[in-house]
């Protein structure tokens, strides 16, 4: 499985972006996406997650309210539309796909980089 992220940039506080995930190869061998950002000098966060049947949706407290995770099956692609973005939400931002058989985040795509500017 194969996954190429796009959409990160230099926003404003209070700015939008979505970033876009895009996923091939076996994505059959996968059931969950999950949206993943880490800032320097922090460790890993879970961001978001949703299921290829949509369910398994989540959401981290810090962007409650304020992040739209969603799917589109037919282009095998997942989306973080990100709203009202905050200084605290620069990181640089992954997604990754959960393998059915291992039960874990197994496949990653190679980040693309979130600055939100005061």
């Known amino acids: 499985v194969q996954l190429q992220a796009s959409g990160g940039g230099l926003v404003q506080a209070g700015g939008s972006l979505k970033l876009s995930c895009a996923a091939s190869?076996?994505?059959?061998?996968?059931?969950?996406m999950g949206w993943f950002r880490q800032a320097p000098g922090k460790e890993r966060e879970t961001v978001a997650t949703?299921?290829?049947?949509?369910?398994?949706?989540y959401y981290a407290d810090s962007v409650k309210g304020r992040f739209t995770v969603s799917k589109d099956n037919a282009q095998s692609t997942v989306y973080l539309q990100m709203n009202s973005l905050k200084p605290d939400d620069t990181a640089v931002y992954y997604c990754?796909?959960?393998?059915?058989?291992?039960?874990?985040?197994?496949?990653w795509g190679q980040g693309t980089q979130v600055t939100v500017s005061s």
């Open positions: 990754a796909a959960r393998d059915i058989v291992t039960i874990e985040f197994k496949y």
């Open positions: 190869g076996r994505t059959f061998s996968t059931d969950i």
């Open positions: 949703i299921g290829w049947t949509g369910g398994s949706i």
